[in-house]
């Protein structure tokens, strides 16, 4: 089976963006059913706690094990709700299953392994539940959707991502950088996969959760994974990026969900006016960065012909610095400038190389 076979219903059949919510960990049955009283189920569907939880460091609180699976069969049958939690490995996954949890979900560390994806994916074989994977820690998308063919190919029909964010050497006011860019490219080469966005892990901050989980919606996704607490600042694991189901609620009921387009002559007539700016701009700017590029071969030339290395690192860091600090006066964004900087002096260096190879 490939990935445009899948099983959309899963999805379909809620009439509202799906909301899975629930404890970073599970700490006690006491915690656990407190969290389940309090959430809101016109707002929130599903029940989510992680039970096994790999951290980057030992010592840490690292879940309560097979234990939580009690907890949330429990809450599944008082609260006719069903419930979630993440598989890191083969036997974790086959526990899920005899504890008939519904929703399993791969986390990002995870994912960057193939052969524990494998594992996964061969233990789950043709099971009817729900198979969810978060992106892989780093930004790479072939690892993603690697993954999920993985899972395919095992003939899970019932799948969905979970975008959670990338890790990123750069600072920023985000946990992880969203790179949302990856996550719509995913969305538009595979549209009847569900999309599930986790501001929780993006953010790292409860008072961020509202921003992220509203940009989220606006870009259509079908959903979102929030991490709920009954006292987020007593929580064992995450206790900075975790809200109450109340304050969740308050999110979700201020949210605006976008609709998927406008069919009015007026809405038509603006979007085509400023596609048409956009693509004459677009145009402009190919033409500039071509002769920026032409620049940089006579560059090479030069540095060829007196015998001088390619990569000036002072220049470089002068440059980037520069061409950021004027790029956010004009209203561009320090991370975008980054990107599109890299871009283009990896593409000038290559060019510069060639040369000397001639």
């Known amino acids: 089976m490939n990935l445009q076979d899948l099983d959309q219903n899963w999805i379909e059949q809620f009439d509202k963006p799906l909301v899975i919510a629930g404890p970073c960990?599970?700490?006690?049955?006491?915690?656990?059913?407190?969290?389940?009283?309090?959430?809101?189920?016109?707002?929130?569907?599903?029940?989510?706690?992680?039970?096994?939880?790999?951290?980057?460091?030992?010592?840490s609180f690292e879940g309560v094990g097979a234990i939580g699976l009690n907890w949330l069969r429990k809450i599944k049958e008082e609260f006719k709700m069903p419930v979630a939690t993440e598989v890191a490995n083969a036997s974790h996954a086959k526990l899920a299953l005899e504890f008939d949890i519904d929703y399993l979900w791969i986390g990002a560390r995870s994912t960057v392994n193939p052969f524990t994806i494998q594992e996964i994916a061969e233990s789950l074989r043709d099971t009817d539940?729900?198979?969810?994977?978060?992106?892989?820690?780093?930004?790479?998308?072939?690892?993603?959707?690697?993954?999920?063919?993985?899972?395919?190919?095992?003939?899970i029909?019932?799948?969905g991502v979970i975008h959670r964010g990338f890790s990123s050497h750069n600072?920023?006011?985000?946990?992880?950088?969203?790179?949302?860019?990856?996550?719509?490219?995913?969305?538009?080469?595979?549209?009847?996969i569900p999309i599930i966005g986790d501001p929780s892990h993006i953010t790292g901050r409860r008072d961020l959760i509202a921003e992220v989980a509203q940009q989220a919606f606006n870009l259509e996704y079908n959903g979102l994974m929030v991490e709920v607490h009954?006292?987020?600042?007593?929580?064992?694991?995450?206790?900075?990026?975790?809200?109450?189901?109340?304050?969740?609620?308050?999110?979700?009921?201020?949210?605006?969900?976008?609709?998927?387009n406008d069919s009015s002559d007026a809405f038509s007539t603006k979007l085509n006016r400023f596609r048409g700016e956009i693509d004459e701009l677009d145009n402009q700017l190919l033409g500039l960065l071509a002769a920026r590029m032409e620049v940089a071969k006579k560059i090479g030339t030069?540095?060829?012909?007196?015998?001088?290395?390619?990569?000036q690192p002072d220049r470089w860091n002068v440059l980037k610095k520069l061409a950021i600090r004027n790029g956010e006066r004009m209203g561009l964004s320090e991370d975008f400038l980054e990107h599109l900087l890299v871009s283009i002096h990896k593409e000038?260096?290559?060019?510069?190389?060639?040369i000397m190879e001639e």
Do not use: C
């Open 25 to 59: 960990s599970a700490e006690s049955e006491k915690q656990m059913m407190e969290i389940a009283e309090r959430m809101d189920r016109n707002y929130m569907q599903v029940f989510r706690a992680g039970i096994w939880k790999p951290r980057t460091k030992p010592g």
């Open 129 to 155: 539940k729900i198979v969810l994977v978060k992106n892989p820690v780093n930004p790479d998308l072939d690892l993603w959707i690697g993954a999920l063919e993985r899972l395919a190919a095992q003939g």
């Open 157 to 159: 029909k019932k799948i």
């Open 171 to 192: 600072k920023s006011k985000y946990r992880n950088n969203p790179q949302w860019q990856i996550a719509l490219e995913l969305k538009d080469r595979f549209p009847n």
């Open 230 to 260: 009954n006292n987020p600042d007593e929580a064992w694991s995450d206790a900075k990026q975790q809200i109450t189901p109340e304050a969740l609620k308050d999110i979700l009921v201020d949210i605006t969900l976008r609709k998927k």
């Open 302 to 311: 030069l540095k060829k012909e007196h015998n001088v290395a390619i990569f």
């Open 348 to 354: 000038s260096v290559e060019l510069q190389n060639k």
